[in-house]
T-cell receptor, first 115, second 111 residues
Framework: EPEVTQTPSHQVTQMGQEVILRCVPI?????FYWYRQILGQKVEFLVS????????KSEIFDDQFSVERPDGSNFTLKIRSTKLEDSAMYFC?????????????FGSGTRLTVV | AQSVTQLGSHVSVSEGALVLLRCNYS??????LFWYVQYPNQGLQLLLK??????LVKGINGFEAEFKKSETSFHLTKPSAHMSDAAEYFC?????????FGDGTTLTVKP
């Protein structure tokens, strides 16, 4: 069964450093998303991406965050200058149609620890 | 605006017993409703969804949920729990460009 692949599974970085989280969505999916889950808290929406542009973003997704689909297969989340509060599990998701209507296929996540 | 409340952060049942995980939602527009399951060290997996039409929806692994508009509820049930059902379950509602998730309910299945 097709799956969403995320790398790395764990990332430890120093505060202020840039990190790039990588995702390979399902190949025929058109909609891409990042969600995150801080330990013990809800799964929170960060951003949705369709047709090579951001379609919606949350208040969390400030200027420190960016997304990119650099080629036909990868979808990345960049955090320019990490803060301690960015420590969380980051989930990439994709869907053939709009995920909020049809449901998402999630990756296994990248656990980001900022020290 | 939309929100989800999952009643009970932990639910424990015996193997073979009924599973009932409760979810109430709030949405200013007709909602799309979902249940996801998360096994340890894995991502969320879609169990079932309600969009329109039949209010009783069946999902994978023998789970089903009923949309009750009058009660703003979308409770998840399974007639007979199996050890492999032990996981965290998330209810989610969509009414705009994104989904809003509940806090999650951890299901423990006792032998």
């Amino acid at each position: 069964e097709p799956e969403v692949t995320q790398t790395p599974s764990h990332q430890v970085t120093q505060m202020g450093q840039e990190v790039i989280l990588r995702c390979v969505p399902i190949s025929n999916h058109l909609y891409f998303y990042w969600y995150r889950q801080i330990l013990g808290q809800k799964v929170e929406f960060l951003v949705s991406f369709y047709n090579n542009e951001i379609s919606e973003k949350s208040e969390i997704f400030d200027d420190q965050f960016s997304v990119e689909r650099p080629d036909g297969s990868n979808f990345t989340l960049k955090i320019r200058s990490t803060k301690l509060e960015d420590s969380a599990m980051y989930f990439c998701a994709s869907s053939a149609g709009q995920g909020q209507i049809y449901g998402y296929t999630f990756g296994s996540g990248t656990r980001l620890t900022v020290v | 605006a939309q929100s989800v409340t999952q009643l009970g952060s932990h639910v424990s049942v015996s193997e073979g017993a009924l599973v009932l995980l409760r979810c109430n939602y709030s949405s200013s527009v007709p909602p799309y409703l979902f249940w996801y399951v998360q096994y340890p060290n894995q991502g969320l997996q879609l169990l079932l969804k309600y969009t329109t039409g039949a209010t009783l929806v069946k999902g994978i692994n023998g789970f089903e949920a009923e949309f009750k508009k009058s009660e703003t509820s979308f409770h998840l049930t399974k007639p007979s729990a199996h050890m492999s059902d032990a996981a965290e379950y998330f209810c989610a509602v969509s009414g705009g460009g994104k989904s809003t998730f509940g806090d999650g309910t951890t299901l423990t299945v006792k032998p």
